[in-house]
């Protein structure tokens, strides 16, 4: 039974990458994984920013000495 679904799974990628073209040679099927793609976005997104922006933001998001972090009843 797995030899056949591996056996299913790699003609389900052989057929698409022949359906897309010679352009997605390299295509694998982890790279359609939705989690992979807002990974890889979520990544290029945090490399765009730079040091002093990124030691800015974490700056503004911590607490100040003495002061309560939020708490919100109603979601707990």
């Not at 990458?17 to 099927?29: A, C, F, V």
């Amino acid at each position: 039974m797995l030899h056949t679904l591996r056996s299913f799974a790699r003609n389900a990628q052989s057929d698409l990458r022949s359906e897309l073209g010679p352009e997605y040679r390299d295509l694998k099927l982890r790279d359609l994984d939705p989690r992979q793609v807002v990974r890889q976005h979520v990544l290029d997104a945090m490399q765009d920013i730079d040091d002093e922006e990124r030691r800015q933001a974490v700056a503004a998001r911590s607490l100040k000495p003495g002061e309560k972090p939020p708490y919100d009843t109603e979601a707990t």
